[in-house]
């Protein structure tokens, strides 16, 4: 058996529970939940960081962070302690750069698609409805007892700039424009497994843990 059993991709769609699939993936194999978001948040915050001053400057001012530098610290993330059994990438790779970096410094096993097709994303996120609160609905999936009213603290529903049909399909736009060569390449390694995401959040991690195991098992000849 190899030390470091589970390098492992998770991508998807947004609003397709990756982040949800991430975590439960980490708390059951104790292998970090490394997000690209959470992780450039952190670096930029920690102020004894090298790295920490260069990124304020570009993500203060709006700017795009560049590949090599993601790649650099996702690079150095995956260098950690806590990393020597595995890890989890979310966020990262995002474009055909990153994954020639990621391949110099890992052995990714498994690439995972939480499948969603576009109509379902639009529709999961176009119901949404949020107050000012931050309390968050949706007029399909949790409706509120009175239309266009926050059960929680009464306050007057709307639809969030960023959840409009318009912006969703342009996001939407980038992230096949993005991922789909991306998948393409893991694809062609045989290490893509396409999870159907139109499924309750249990039914989705349960087909993670059967394809990981029937993989395990596999490899280890008790199949
Ligand atoms: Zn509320």
Redesign the pocket.
């Given at each position: 058996m190899r030390d470091k059993p589970f390098e492992i991709i998770l991508f998807g769609p947004p609003a397709s529970g990756k982040g949800t699939q991430a975590k439960l993936l980490a708390d059951t194999f104790k292998i970090p939940h490394i997000s690209t978001g959470d992780l450039l948040r952190a670096i930029k915050s920690d102020k004894s960081n090298p790295l920490s001053q260069e990124l304020s400057d570009l993500m203060d001012n709006g700017k795009l962070v560049s590949d090599e530098l993601i790649s650099k610290m996702v690079a150095e993330r995956i260098k950690a302690d806590d990393c020597r059994f595995g890890f989890i990438l979310d966020g990262y790779p995002r474009t055909e750069e990153q994954v020639k970096d990621l391949e110099k410094i890992s052995n990714i096993d498994y690439v995972f698609l939480i499948d969603v097709n576009d109509k379902a994303v639009i529709e999961r996120i176009s119901g949404r409805r949020s107050?000012?609160?931050?309390?968050v609905w949706h007029t399909k999936y949790s409706p509120t007892k009175e239309d266009g009213v926050?059960?929680?603290?009464?306050?007057e529903l709307y639809i969030r700039d960023d959840d409009n049909e318009d912006k969703i399909t342009k996001r939407l736009e980038i992230y096949h424009g993005n991922t789909d060569p991306i998948l393409n390449f893991y694809k062609k390694q045989n290490k893509l497994i396409r999870i159907d995401g139109d499924q309750h959040i249990e039914i989705v991690f349960r087909s993670m843990i059967k394809d990981l195991v029937e993989d395990l098992r596999a490899q280890l000849g008790t199949k």
């Open positions: 107050c000012k609160n931050g309390h926050c059960d929680t603290c009464g306050e």
